[in-house]
């Protein structure tokens, strides 16, 4: 059998309920209602989820089979959004529909604010942040228009460092561990003279289960994963979970909090590609349908793992291609189309299970290069100049001017 692969999907919009006021309702299923998420597009959930599933497969597909992981759709999604505002034509056209998003930037990022500012606020219990910025070389110039957009629809903060400087990668790094509760330390190594702008994402989740588990009943237990077997911490309880059984494989719904936050975890079968292979927004959707209140016994195991993966070869699985090569159009980062492309897209993540509940946090990091066309010189006359008139055969100045003002 494969080793269980735990996973918090990017679907979280899903998970909440809305009411009609300004205050937190309790829905039938018990969780707190968000009037803030009730915004959310059903549609848009949706999109998400089949983003999730996507890149989920895809990303399985190439990691090695025997290896446990941990990825964040919903990270990427939001650090592709960012990147998404700076590209035009055929490069923006790929990463939309990658990230199964409206042609509408504008509507897409009333969602992309709307979820930022009220996600955290789901639920008082849970502690959930979200947090963007933007990082670029002091000596290149970005599209002030740019730096607006992800400031107003991101929440992004602006830094512009000198990237010659190694004291700017501790910069980069201690805002990832700030924003991560300590869990992501580091996510760059060093900074190379091409780079001229990262595009940063960091999502931090901690939350108590709402039915605790016992560390008296917690007891050694042997794991058998497609490696062989280890003794682990498996955690145990006989409660009222909501539970499902479906094709191949068995569900249970361990709830956080007030219950807006869950973990879906997801028992194959046989293995877990074959499960995987199943999930789809269709079978998300009947499975959450399906799950209903019952006695179970639940054994999880406790365990923190720590991972990271370059994402580039999952992206262009998924369709996104020209942001990688010197095709690229960037130009609402920096004109022209062409100067610039994506040298890099890598996450780090982190997650731990206990008794008393769920840490996870997540960094994604979009590293834009300069391409290897040439960087044509820029003489934009926006400002006071010279000018002289001269004949080239005799090497006769005729005139000379200076225009300070027009």
């Known amino acids: 059998m494969k080793t269980l692969k735990i996973a918090i999907l990017a679907a979280v919009c899903s998970l909440a309920a809305a009411s009609c006021d300004n205050k937190n309702t309790v829905g039938p299923d018990n969780t707190a209602a968000n009037q803030q998420l009730k915004a959310i597009p059903a549609a848009f959930s949706d999109q998400t989820s089949e983003?999730?599933?996507?890149?989920?497969?895809?990303?399985?597909?190439?990691?090695?089979?025997?290896?446990?992981?941990?990825?964040?759709?919903?990270?990427?999604?939001?650090?592709?959004?960012?990147?998404?505002?700076?590209?035009?034509?055929?490069?923006?056209?790929?990463?939309?529909?990658?990230?199964?998003?409206?042609?509408?930037?504008?509507?897409?990022?009333?969602?992309?604010?709307?979820?930022?500012?009220?996600?955290?606020?789901?639920?008082?219990?849970?502690?959930?942040?979200?947090?963007?910025?933007?990082?670029?070389?002091?000596?290149?110039?970005?599209?002030?228009?740019?730096?607006?957009?992800?400031?107003?629809?991101?929440?992004?903060?602006?830094?512009?460092?000198?990237?010659?400087?190694?004291?700017?990668?501790?910069?980069?790094?201690?805002?990832?561990?700030?924003?991560?509760?300590?869990?992501?330390?580091?996510?760059?190594?060093?900074?190379?003279?091409?780079?001229?702008?990262?595009?940063?994402?960091?999502?931090?989740?901690?939350?108590?289960?709402?039915?605790?588990?016992?560390?008296?009943?917690?007891?050694?237990?042997?794991?058998?994963?497609?490696?062989?077997?280890?003794?682990?911490?498996?955690?145990?309880?006989?409660?009222?979970?909501?539970?499902?059984?479906?094709?191949?494989?068995?569900?249970?719904?361990?709830?956080?909090?007030?219950g807006n936050y869950v973990m879906t975890v997801l028992l194959p079968d046989k293995s877990t590609d074959e499960t995987l292979a199943s999930l789809s927004t269709s079978e998300w959707q009947q499975l959450n349908a399906a799950l209903s209140e019952q006695k179970v016994i639940v054994g999880l195991p406790k365990f923190t793992l720590e991972y990271e993966a370059d994402l580039k070869k999952v992206l262009t699985d998924m369709g996104i291609n020209a942001a990688f090569t010197d095709n690229a159009d960037l130009s609402k980062i920096a004109s022209p189309a062409g100067k610039l492309k994506v040298g890099m897209v890598k996450q780090n993540t982190y997650v731990g299970i206990d008794e008393k509940g769920t840490e996870a946090a997540a960094v994604t990091t979009i590293g834009v290069v300069l391409t290897s066309v040439p960087v044509y010189p820029e003489v934009v006359c926006d400002r006071p100049f010279l000018f002289v008139i001269s004949e080239k055969q005799s090497n006769t100045i005729l005139f000379t001017g200076k225009i300070s003002n027009l």
């Open 51 to 258: 983003f999730a599933f996507d890149f989920w497969k895809k990303h399985n597909a190439i990691e090695e089979a025997d290896k446990s992981y941990f990825v964040s759709p919903l990270s990427l999604h939001i650090a592709l959004g960012m990147l998404l505002n700076g590209a035009d034509t055929q490069t923006k056209e790929e990463i939309q529909k990658t990230l199964r998003v409206s042609s509408d930037i504008a509507t897409t990022n009333g969602i992309y604010k709307d979820l930022i500012d009220n996600l955290p606020l789901s639920d008082p219990k849970v502690k959930n942040t979200i947090a963007n910025s933007v990082w670029y070389r002091n000596t290149f110039k970005v599209e002030a228009s740019y730096l607006d957009n992800l400031k107003n629809n991101f929440n992004a903060a602006v830094y512009g460092e000198n990237f010659d400087d190694l004291a700017t990668v501790g910069k980069i790094n201690k805002w990832a561990s700030d924003n991560t509760n300590g869990k992501i330390p580091k996510v760059i190594d060093q900074i190379n003279s091409d780079q001229v702008l990262f595009l940063m994402n960091a999502l931090y989740f901690k939350g108590d289960w709402k039915t605790q588990f016992k560390a008296e009943d917690t007891r050694d237990a042997d794991f058998t994963g497609t490696k062989g077997v280890k003794s682990v911490k498996m955690m145990n309880m006989t409660s009222n979970v909501k539970y499902a059984k479906r094709g191949n494989y068995k569900a249970i719904e361990l709830p956080y909090g007030d």
